[in-house]
Structures are given as C-alpha cells and as structure tokens.
C-alpha cells in the first residue's frame, strides 16, 4: 500500500526520541510519544506563543510537590489496602476505568465488554487504570470480583517508594539540540511541554506501569490485551515484553483522526520494537486508515467494534429509517480536546442561542465528574441542555469534532456534520464517506439553521450506503461467537 508523506512535525518528535535512544525516560513522556490531546504541542507551535502553557516557573515547581505527596500517600494507602494476585497463565486485559464502568450492580469494562467471557476455558483478569481517584474509591468499594483488578492491587509499599523515587529523580528530562519545524527552533517549545510532563505527573503512569509488568510477568501470562492508542505507557509495555513469552495485543476500540499523532508512527519509530505482537482494529476501515498513514512493524488485523451494541441482522448493523418530522432539536457531541469547548460554545451560542431550536451539549464522558465546576457550563441560553445519558434520538440532525458519537447517530437515520469554524478538516473521523458533504464551518453552519427552522433541511438519507459504509467502519460481533486462544491464530487472518 502506497504511504502518504509523513507528517514533519510528528517525525521531527520522532527524531528526538530516536536521538535519545529511546531511554525509558524520555519514552514515558507524552510529549515525546505525541500524544496531542494531553499536550497541545503542536497548537503552541502553530500559534508561535510559549505563553499558552501557562508554565509558572514558581508555582508549578511547588504545586509538584505537594501534587507527588499527595499522590504518594494515596498510592501507599491504597497498595497496603488492597493488595491481591493474580492466577498465573492468566489471559489479562489492561482498560481503563471510567464513569461508565460504574453500574448499580457490578463493574463493567467500557472497553473489551463481552470480549472476555466468550474465550473458552480461561483464567481471565481485567486491570482497571484509574483516571480519577474518587473512581478508584467508588471501585474499591463496588468490586466483589475476584478477575477485577486495579492497578494498585499488584503494588507493595516498597514498589510505591521505588517508583516515586524513580520518578523524582529520573522523570525530569530536557533536550539540548535544537530541531526546526517550518524554520522554527522547537526546542524551547519541547522543553516546557517536558517539563510540563514532569511537574503535573504527565509521565507518571509509564513508571507505575512499568513496575505493575515486572509483577506480572512473574505470574507468566499468557496474552495480555490492551487498548491501544500508542501512548507511552503502551511502548514501555512492549518494551518490557519484547523477546519474552507474554504476547501483547493491541484493541483499536476508539476512534481517532489526524490530530491525534501518536497513531501514526514514523520511520524513525521503527528503529526499536515498540510495537504489540499485532493490533486488532475494530473494522475495515480503521484498519486501511491506519496502514495508510502510519508506519507499521506490527500486523494490523480487522477485528470487532467491541463496545457496540447496536442492532444486528445477518453479521451486519441496521440503519434505522430517517424520520421525516421535525423536532426543532440539535445534538452537539464535544471531542476530547477541552480547550476547544469555549469557543465551540460561543459559536453554538451566537448562531443558536435563544433561538427555537434547542441544543443539547454532549461533553466527552471524561469530564462527567467536573462539568459543574467549569465555566463553559454557567449562563448556558435557555433553549441550551447539557446531556449526559441519551434514551431518545428525536434529532433534526447531530454535529460533532473529533468524537466517534457522531457517526453513531447513522444508525439511527440521523444526519451527521463535523463542525470547524475554519474548514480545518485534520480532526476528521469520517474517512472515505461520500453521501453528502459532513464538513461544516461557522458561515455554513448559519445556513443549517435556517434551513432547519425553514423546517427545508433534508433529513434524508439512503440506509443501505449508510449501511454500507457503517460495516465497513465496523465489524459487529455476534452474541454467540466464541473465541479459543491457540498461538492466537483465532484473531490472525
């Protein structure tokens, strides 16, 4: 397959690592590993402004410490607390834990979901990574399982000592050489995206992950399944496995777009082994998208969208019809990449706001904790709603960036557009979709309005393009398929 020309800015990132000799150190950093939506490196860049870190030189110094106390002392608590085992020859899974995974009556994986009960005969363990610590808590006290595990479950006191000392003194890491991007020198930029990395704990994770692989591997597992976004804490994973008997697999269980560049390693990349034994994407296209763009080591192979639970008939999704009604009612699903919501808002805000048509506001599930205490959410227009759980999709039509919940509204009939004030198309999650232009700027966007409350807009679509493309996006999994590991040949095609 013919590669597209990669990406400067990412290979210049991946020179620096490469350069490095990809030490774990500088391996553990997001900034490195191009992890955009934790960073926001390359925005800094494109608006030549080291001013947007807000790095105090002071402030974020002091806030570390008593940030790395505090966490300290919850890590220590909670590793005496809980600790627990595993079986050995286990098949585990590696997910994160979400408000999602918080169910009345059990804990559920947002990720694998079903996946590991249907392998046939045996001994599986999930380990849950925690975004936040009051999730932590709420799991400590829900989990009546013996396969759940959190993170902290495989830690003694003196694995958490060793591991913020590690961090103390090996985490801070700096470059000296300089790297141009577009005749700018990037290291300035790098260096206070690093130390960002280091003083708000960016890093952090890589070194308690790699601490939990030591653990683990002396139970010799047999498969450890992961979902795979290429983050650090996943190359330190590979890294740590390569050339031993665990194999490592990757899920593609989100969506991603150009923005997100650690999906698409460079050449540089492919100077060490970082990569799993193979990625499972969750459907044809993902998996194209990605062989396309990126450049891989590892086998890529289609595999089941996993946290779908859509309608299927014959090994395919339905299309709902499209209703021809109007309901006077928009959707907008907001990416992850926060520092977007402002100015999102006041778009939405100046085009909608007070008009007759409501807007519901759907924010990234990873902010559901703190929506109350963010200023994007106070004085909302009347006709505006923040939704959380959606039961009825009575929508005119749906907008989003960067969020795979948009395409899921063409299962339902719905409409979709992909909203850019400017036309910039580089969060695109629609690939290789034809049936109408799904792009959307602010002049457009006015125009949908009117259209809308002319009651003129075409809610019409045609079901089986959608559905064509829909299963070509991804692949459904049958309730009654089983799955027995063997070499993992199951999974190879």
Request: aromatic residues 20%.
């Amino acid at each position: 397959m013919k590669k597209i020309k990669e990406n400067k800015f990412n290979l210049i990132l991946s020179k620096i690592i490469y350069d490095k000799k990809f030490k774990f150190s500088y391996l553990a950093t997001p900034t490195l590993n191009k992890q955009e939506s934790i960073t926001n490196l390359l925005d800094v860049i494109q608006n030549n402004d080291l001013n947007i870190f807000k790095y105090n030189k002071f402030k974020d110094p002091l806030f570390f410490i008593l940030r790395i106390l505090k966490q300290f002392l919850i890590y220590l608590i909670l590793s005496i607390a809980f600790n627990k085992k595993i079986k050995k020859n286990s098949i585990i899974f590696y997910t994160w834990l979400v408000p999602k995974s918080l169910k009345k009556e059990n804990i559920v994986d947002d990720y694998f979901r079903s996946f590991p009960k249907k392998l046939i005969q045996e001994k599986i363990c999930t380990v849950f990574f925690h975004l936040d610590f009051n999730l932590s808590v709420k799991f400590f006290l829900k989990n009546k399982s013996k396969k759940q595990f959190m993170i902290f479950n495989f830690l003694n006191p003196l694995d958490i000592l060793y591991i913020f000392i590690s961090y103390l003194f090996k985490g801070y890491v700096q470059i000296k050489k300089n790297y141009y991007y577009n005749k700018l020198n990037l290291t300035p930029y790098v260096n206070i995206s690093l130390k960002k990395d280091y003083y708000m704990m960016r890093s952090f994770h890589s070194y308690v992950i790699n601490c939990v692989n030591k653990k683990i591997q002396t139970k010799n597992p047999k498969v450890i399944f992961y979902v795979y976004e290429n983050q650090s804490w996943e190359k330190i994973t590979c890294k740590y496995f390569n050339n031993k008997k665990t194999k490592i697999v990757g899920f593609q269980s989100s969506g991603f777009s150009d923005y997100f560049l650690n999906f698409f390693p460079t050449k540089y990349d492919n100077k060490r082994d970082l990569y799993p034994f193979f990625i499972l994407a969750n459907g044809h296209y993902p998996k194209k998208y990605l062989l396309t763009y990126g450049n891989y080591l590892c086998p890529i192979r289609k595999f089941y969208a996993l946290r779908f639970s859509y309608q299927i008939k014959n090994n395919q999704y339905l299309i709902q019809k499209y209703k021809k009604n109007f309901y006077n009612k928009i959707l907008y699903a907001f990416s992850v990449h926060e520092r977007q919501y402002l100015s999102v808002l006041n778009d939405l805000k100046i085009i909608f706001g007070n008009s007759k048509i409501n807007v519901h506001l759907k924010f990234h599930p990873r902010y559901d904790l703190t929506l109350e205490n963010k200023n994007y959410t106070q004085n909302l227009p009347k006709n505006f709603k923040i939704v959380k759980n959606i039961k009825k999709f009575n929508y005119d039509l749906v907008l989003f960036n960067d969020n795979s919940f948009g395409l899921e509204c063409l299962f339902k009939g719905i409409k979709c557009f992909q909203y850019n004030r400017f036309g910039n198309t580089k969060d695109n999650r629609l690939w290789y979709f034809n049936e109408w232009n799904p792009n959307v700027n602010f002049k457009q966007l006015v125009y949908l309005k009117k259209k809308l409350i002319e009651k003129k807009f075409s809610k019409k679509i045609n079901r089986n393009k959608i559905k064509t493309y829909i299963n070509k996006m991804y692949t459904p999994l049958d309730d009654g398929k089983k799955f027995v590991i063997n070499n993992l040949s199951e999974f190879l095609e």
